[in-house]
């Protein structure tokens, strides 16, 4: 790798349409309780102390980029993060996810939101962004991110984790509006955080919408749908590429693309063949390997790892799992399924 | 109602082809703690004490009949009762679902299940069945059930409600071999379990595999798919009508529909027009209200039924929820999804 040349950057090649060397690989997660590297300094620190110190979140952003053959840097940071800046503390309990002191159930909560230039109250994120991009190798993405507002209005209606995410729905249903001025603000507060993220490094942005396949396709379209379009447009007119990613989308997946994205991240539900059937064989796709594969053995990853690389048939795919990475991954699994890729592009890829 | 007339079954009409008066109703839990008629029996009886004993379940069973104008009653058991039957106990932990005592995790474990003539040792769901059928109106279809090998495989191997089922999985790829051979021996019970039920008197069987949406189709395929098959093609081949229902689905209906089943049950994540487009119109589908929307007013619940009748476009469908009943429901909520069925249908259907 020298510095003299033009930075090779597989992911964004991909975005762009241009010819790349190998499929790109990077893994939702990939920075976290698997590595040791994380629970050592996680011993010291707790989750949300590692998020608010540029220097720590650097470091944890590019402890998988020193031990694995990765595209991609993705920030450490959570998703929830914004809470804390629109006024709505939280904190994580033990074994139980996060707790909001205060959840929004009623009109006035969302009007008591705290909007006003609450993403410069999240500037540790932008440093964090800055300081891993001058460590950085330049043939190396970094993604910044931020949670979808309909995901992060789930947290902050349920107050918590959700199973059934009765409370968000209902609030959907029973109090439209507030809903929309919900949706509205956390569009904007979002937009305006995500651009800030793209201003200090990030080249790359990925919109998490994790608990979206609970809804039905009226309401995703209805009460979701426009604010994610919102984000996803106004980050495209800036020249901002995106990861339109999601969990449980089968049934709404071209509802996800019409909502936006230079990339849809899908889960291990669908099959990517039949996804490019439905979407187009140009939508460029990300995922799909279920992050349970990477308990399994060397053998079981190798197998499920090919079984996607060969539905891709030349057309644009970024190799990633279907969701996050799980804390009882073994790294080596991490690195066998990186090696799996880096092979089969070898002899499947032309230059 | 008049007795010396034939039974005016609109469910098994559907599931004939013959021309209904109205879409049929009936709701998956539709026996359950939303009423207060349940509720006073549970204070009394424990959820597997209703189960086991043939003249309360039958009570319980016979309830929401007494109380709404449903085309079906659904015997009152739980899918986890073979497990018993199995030499699998189980119970019910408070706010935490079931808890097995010996889940299974080996080979050995699966050569210990206690298969032989397990059916027998569930003799008191046949007999609730039987005073079930010998006290309802003939009108009334009766519906007997199980669970389907790969989701009663679920709760024998993770020992109760899991979020990722990673020990399921595990088990899957790590032990492939007993893990067919569990699916097996459980497809063998489940269906001589579901043979018993028919001949005690319930005329529809619905096999639910309700996890199922967490896996891909690869898996789906080759590891679950010929087990829920065989009970369902042995069943069709006995002249029983069969409901084929899991959630999370809506990337592999085609599958679902390969395993077999009269009707298909799909959860609210679909739109039943689409379905329909993509198995064919001849599909007939039960489903699908998401049950959160039985939580807001009654114009929510009405216009959510309106919008799942307006799909039917003559199509065939048996009106339901897309998953059961939640305990905090409005019983009325129930009562206005049913007269809205009735309303649409005396406006949108022909006799």
């Known amino acids: 790798m020298t510095s003299?040349?033009?930075?090779y950057q597989r992911i964004m090649r991909v975005c762009g349409g241009l010819p790349i060397d190998s499929t790109p690989v990077w893994?939702?997660?990939?920075?976290?309780?698997?590595?040791?590297?994380?629970?050592?300094?996680?011993q010291r620190y707790s989750l949300l102390e590692l998020c608010r110190s540029p220097e720590l979140a650097a470091e944890v952003?590019?402890?998988?980029?020193?031990?694995?053959?990765?595209?991609?840097a993705i920030i450490f940071a959570d998703i929830l993060l914004p809470l804390e800046a629109l006024g709505v503390p939280f904190h994580f309990a033990k074994g139980e996810g996060p707790v909001l002191e205060k959840p929004v159930r009623q009109a006035s909560d969302v009007h008591a939101l705290d909007v006003v230039d609450a993403e410069e109250r999240l500037s540790f994120v932008y440093q964090a962004i800055e300081l891993v991009r001058s460590r950085l190798e330049p043939d190396i993405t970094l993604i910044g991110f931020a949670g979808a507002p309909f995901t992060v209005a789930s947290y902050l209606i349920e107050g918590g984790h959700s199973r059934h995410f009765v409370k968000t729905k209902l609030f959907m249903y029973e109090q439209a509006e507030a809903w929309h001025t919900l949706m509205s603000t956390l569009a904007d507060v979002t937009l305006r955080y995500l651009q800030r993220q793209a201003k200090a490094g990030a080249q790359l942005i990925q919109l998490f919408d994790s608990w979206v396949g609970i809804l039905g396709r009226h309401e995703y379209s209805e009460y979701v749908l426009p604010y994610s379009a919102r984000i996803l447009r106004a980050l495209q007119e800036s020249g901002i590429r995106t990861v339109h990613f999601g969990t449980g989308t089968g049934a709404m997946l071209d509802l996800i693309k019409r909502a936006g994205g230079t990339v849809i991240g899908v889960d291990w539900r669908v099959d990517l063949s039949e996804v490019w059937d439905l979407l187009g064989d140009k939508t460029i796709l990300q995922g799909n390997l279920d992050p349970v594969v990477l308990l399994a053995s060397p053998e079981r990853v190798k197998e499920a790892v090919l079984r996607i690389l060969d539905q891709t048939q030349g057309r644009p795919h970024i190799f990633n799992l279907g969701h996050g990475i799980l804390p009882e991954t073994p790294p080596e699994n991490v690195e066998t399924a990186i090696q799996q890729v880096r092979q089969w592009s070898s002899t499947n890829r032309e230059r």
Do not use: H, V
């Open 4 to 7: 003299d040349r033009q930075p």
């Open 27 to 42: 893994f939702m997660r990939q920075a976290g309780r698997y590595m040791e590297e994380y629970r050592r300094l996680r």
């Open 61 to 72: 952003t590019l402890q998988p980029i020193k031990r694995f053959d990765l595209d991609a």
